[in-house]
């Protein structure tokens, strides 16, 4: 966090910037929501005809099933699953197209009301949805990824199933799930489950870099808005309320990590920012089960009775502290300053 810069405080101009935008990610965490409903469908065809083909295979499960068949199967069921996956793709990717070019309208109509002044375009933005990575992934590893890990995760079941003896009405039940639980505990789910969390982190990583670009065109500074409930993590509360300089591409941006719903919001840095802790103030007027509850028993009680806020809970990558660290931090500080912890 070596680039953060001074934190600042409260203004109109920066507070009605703030609102829009927050209001703004609303409506993309909703339209979010009707992304996920038009591609993950997509892959469901593929689940259903993977279920067809080994019913169509029954005999051959039951036993009769030699490792040159299981491979032809596995073969078979790879394809589908990679076919499946390429129209999920397909589907996304135009999807991410329009959301870059309506968050590009979004970001130059907002600030042509806001500053009574025409926007610099930045150049060719949807490229940038593939180009920039999000926590470590660029789009296209992301979605083999996604890939490699749902097949995986079949193939381990077939086999797995094969070597039991399981009859193929087993195997399907496996990836399938049981009704008594919804058809929520089979293999299926828990890849569509992923692919839930890639698909509305990855709208959200296309909305931040359309905006982060529109921003270091047009902006001074930019500030990390968090949401601020107990589901908030460690790293995003430390960053709440943090001012970067919009035209610093290494800075920090949303998603931080899968299902981040943390915001990037412009400053006029001629202005006061808003409150630079606006995490640690939320937490301080919370009961002590709601701190307990986001913090965890332990740095619950050192947020209370310590002093300790949120950044000290992490190190200087934003990555939470385990315990025996924090521990070691801690007295390593007060042996800096001289002291005893004992005192």
């Avoid at 999807?95 to 309506?102: G, M």
């Avoid at 060719?124 to 660029?138: C, E, H």
């Avoid at 047009?218 to 589901?231: C, G, I």
Wanted: glycine share 6%; charged share 30%.
């Amino acid at each position: 966090m070596a680039n953060k810069k001074k934190k600042k405080n409260g203004s109109d101009k920066n507070n009605a910037l703030r609102d829009a935008q927050l209001r703004h990610q609303i409506g993309i965490q909703r339209h979010a929501s009707a992304i996920v409903l038009s591609v993950i469908p997509l892959l469901d065809n593929g689940d259903q005809q993977i279920v067809d083909l080994l019913r169509q295979r029954t005999p051959t499960l039951e036993g009769n099933f030699d490792s040159s068949r299981r491979l032809g199967l596995l073969r078979q069921i790879k394809q589908i699953n990679h076919d499946s996956y390429q129209e999920y793709v397909d589907e996304l990717r135009s999807q991410l197209d329009d959301l870059a070019q309506y968050e590009l309208d979004f970001q130059s109509n907002l600030y042509s009301d806001m500053e009574d002044d025409d926007p610099d375009i930045p150049d060719d933005v949807s490229s940038l949805i593939y180009t920039t990575p999000f926590f470590g992934y660029l789009f296209a590893q992301a979605m083999q990824a996604q890939e490699d890990a749902k097949f995986r995760l079949i193939q381990q079941t077939i086999q797995r199933g094969i070597a039991s003896g399981d009859s193929a009405d087993d195997i399907i039940t496996e990836l399938t799930g049981t009704a008594g639980a919804n058809y929520r505990d089979g293999d299926f789910n828990t890849a569509r489950t992923s692919a839930d969390r890639v698909t509305r982190t990855t709208i959200n990583h296309a909305a931040s870099v359309v905006a982060g670009a529109f921003f270091g065109s047009n902006y001074d500074s930019v500030q990390w808005v968090a949401t601020l409930d107990t589901d908030t993590c460690m790293e995003c509360a430390d960053l709440d309320g943090e001012v970067f300089d919009a035209s610093d591409d290494a800075r920090p941006r949303p998603p931080a990590h899968l299902n981040c719903r943390c915001d990037e919001v412009p400053v006029d840095s001629s202005e006061d920012a808003g409150d630079p802790d606006r995490f640690d103030n939320w937490l301080g007027n919370q009961t002590a089960a709601v701190q307990d509850e986001a913090l965890g028993p332990t740095r619950g009680k050192l947020f209370r009775d310590g002093g300790l806020t949120v950044d000290r809970f992490v190190d200087v990558r934003g990555n939470q502290l385990t315990l025996d660290q924090l521990r070691k931090r801690e007295a390593d500080a007060f042996k800096l300053a001289g002291l005893d912890q004992e005192d």
